[in-house]
């Protein structure tokens, strides 16, 4: 099956520094990466669609100067948290869909990075 | 932003009873997906129905939908403590929001031994 994977799985930093979370497709391809993030007890919420070799698309009221995001390559996605302040800590997951099932609507998630600013 | 709601918000349940889980949405839809999450945890795909379809079975789950109504239900039958998890419905629209999934606000589900 399809797995995505996250690095790191959980982070701890401090207020003010930038944390980088990585996003890979393992046995597949990815032209589309999706990013979330999950506050305690809620859903998920869309952050950002990440497009291979193209600008990331943002969701209204999601600051892409904060929320970098780098899709380099077709397994690669990365999210990095700039200036990281105590309100961003919140659980991260990506997903990505599979460039050869596009028809199947198959969108597979990673594990989730759980991110704590102190 | 969120498509739906999701009700109830959290069910606890018996083992072996059944639990239903439903949600509403928003926009017309491609198709409605419902999801697991273990505490903490990613996210386990459970089913997908097509805007086409109006009912699905996969082992102990069925899932209805009625696109008049904007409306789905997930159905778990005899249920066990491990199917204790958040399950989250989320809708995939047609052009401009196709490419994006959409999650409901979840029903926390207990099952007690």
């Known amino acids: 099956g399809a797995v995505v994977s996250q690095h790191p799985s959980w982070v701890i930093c401090k207020s003010g520094t930038s944390v980088k979370i990585e996003c890979r497709s393992l046995?597949?391809?990815?032209?589309?990466m999706f990013w979330y993030r999950q506050f305690p007890k809620q859903s998920l919420m869309l952050m950002a669609t990440s497009n291979e070799g193209s600008k990331a698309t943002y969701e209204q009221g999601v600051e892409k100067d904060k929320f970098l995001i780098n899709h380099a390559s077709l397994t690669l996605s990365t999210l990095t948290v700039t200036s990281a302040h105590p309100e961003d800590s919140s659980f991260y997951i990506c997903?990505?869909?599979?460039?050869?099932?596009?028809?199947?609507?198959?969108?597979?998630f990673g594990p989730g990075t759980r991110l704590t600013v102190l | 932003s969120q498509q739906g709601e999701e009700d109830p918000q959290a069910l606890s349940i018996q083992e072996g009873e059944n639990a239903t889980m439903n949600c509403s949405y928003k926009?017309?839809?491609?198709?409605l997906q419902w999801y697991r999450q273990n505490s903490g945890r990613g996210l386990v795909h459970l089913i997908l129905i097509r805007s086409n379809e109006r009912e699905k079975h996969s082992g102990r789950l069925r899932v209805t939908l009625d696109t008049s109504k904007k409306s789905s239900s997930l159905l778990i039958t005899a249920s066990r403590a491990a199917d204790t998890a958040s399950y989250f419905c989320a809708t995939r629209g047609f052009s401009g929001g196709y490419n994006k999934l959409i999650f409901g606000a979840g029903t926390r589900l207990a099952v007690h031994p």
């Open positions: 926009t017309s839809i491609n198709n």
């Open positions: 997903s990505a869909r599979d460039m050869e099932r596009e028809y199947y609507n198959e969108q597979f």
């Open positions: 046995d597949f391809q990815a032209t589309t």
